[in-house]
């Protein structure tokens, strides 16, 4: 017989799976018509270049192309402007990439080249990420500390209202604000800055960024002629760095609110037992902890000299008041 936990998690995969095949299935509608209608306006450039220059052959074209795009991929551009080439691995650069790659945002542009750089990578990653995860979580904790728990502690000194209501009030305060910090401000600027961005693709790179999925499709300071590129390029990681903090401030607000501790206790195997041992370890401390205190009274109470005890003092007081 099939367990309650069991139930729950089979039925959790199998919303999960409807929800990959209905995201695949939006995906494909609404990006498959606009891949088509590009792919024919290359074929007709195409056609078009090769009408106009009958000199070159098909082959010679694909063949230089081929080459262009492997060299773009790299993140060197195959543009003969000589005032747009940019070095892509200066410090800022370097330090971007690594700040991206540890936080799991992950651009993918640019990525090591060298055999030396991706066995650094990948051994830098391993060490890198579970600190960079760590130190986020951890600073994420005690921001909520600051920001939540000592604020609503001193409200509720002054106001006449349940901690509850002040828990959700001070939420929706503190998401609106951390939206308009993270995500509608640097959306304008971004905006400003990159020139080929609207505003909605600014918004959409701060939100694909914050939640670490970096499709890698607008990726900041590639522009030729930018001013200040290294300067924008450690604002930007540093933007990102922490607007994580926030976005993880966030999650933790909202898992303490919905108590999804309890919630996802439903789909784990085995979690009743574990919750019974836990009741049953936390009775028997209080129940050994209220014997040590009885006992504890009991041996006070023994102790305490015969002169100092209630019955003691009513003697007394009988024996004086029968001498006068």
């Given at each position: 017989m099939m367990s309650r936990h069991a139930l729950f998690f089979l039925l959790l995969l199998l919303f999960y799976v409807f929800y990959l095949i209905f995201g695949a299935f939006v995906f494909s509608a609404?990006?498959?018509?606009?891949?088509?209608?590009?792919?024919?306006?290359?074929?007709?450039?195409?056609?078009?270049?090769?009408?106009?220059?009958?000199?070159?052959?098909?082959?010679?074209?694909?063949?230089?192309?081929?080459?262009?795009?492997l060299v773009k991929s790299f993140g060197v551009s195959a543009m003969r402007n000589i005032s747009g080439y940019e070095i892509k691995w200066d410090f800022v650069s370097?330090?971007?990439?690594?700040?991206?790659?540890?936080?799991?945002?992950?651009?993918g542009h640019p990525f090591p080249i060298s055999v030396g750089g991706k066995v650094f990578c990948l051994l830098y990653s391993i060490i890198g990420i579970p600190l960079t995860l760590s130190v986020l979580s951890i600073t994420a904790r005690n921001m909520l500390i600051l920001l939540r728990d000592k604020p609503i502690h001193s409200f509720q000194l002054h106001l006449s209202v349940s901690k509850k209501k002040l828990e959700w009030l001070h939420a929706s305060v503190l998401i609106v604000i951390i939206s308009f910090l993270f995500f509608f401000i640097p959306a304008i600027v971004f905006d400003a800055i990159e020139g080929n961005w609207g505003y909605l693709d600014a918004l959409y790179f701060c939100f694909i960024s914050l939640t670490?999925?970096?499709?890698?499709?607008?990726?900041?300071?590639?522009?030729?002629?930018?001013?200040?590129?290294?300067?924008?390029?450690?604002?930007?990681?540093?933007?990102?760095?922490?607007?994580?903090?926030?976005?993880?401030?966030?999650v933790e607000m909202l898992k303490s609110l919905l108590n999804c501790n309890h919630f996802f206790g439903l789909f784990v195997l085995g979690c009743d037992e574990m919750r019974r041992d836990e009741e049953a370890d936390h009775f028997l401390s209080n129940d050994l902890d209220g014997s040590f205190v009885q006992k504890h009274d009991e041996t006070t109470r023994r102790r305490v000299p015969h002169s100092l005890s209630p019955s003691a003092e009513k003697n007394y007081g009988s024996i004086n008041t029968s001498l006068t």
């Open positions: 609404l990006e498959q018509p606009y891949e088509d209608h590009l792919r024919w306006k290359v074929e007709s450039m195409w056609s078009k270049f090769l009408s106009d220059h009958p000199c070159m052959s098909e082959e010679m074209l694909q063949d230089f192309l081929r080459k262009a795009l370097s330090l971007f990439f690594a700040g991206t790659t540890l936080t799991t945002i992950g651009y670490t999925v970096g499709l890698g499709d607008y990726v900041p300071g590639e522009q030729s002629g930018q001013k200040m590129p290294a300067l924008y390029k450690l604002l930007v990681t540093c933007y990102l760095i922490l607007g994580l903090v926030a976005v993880l401030l966030v």
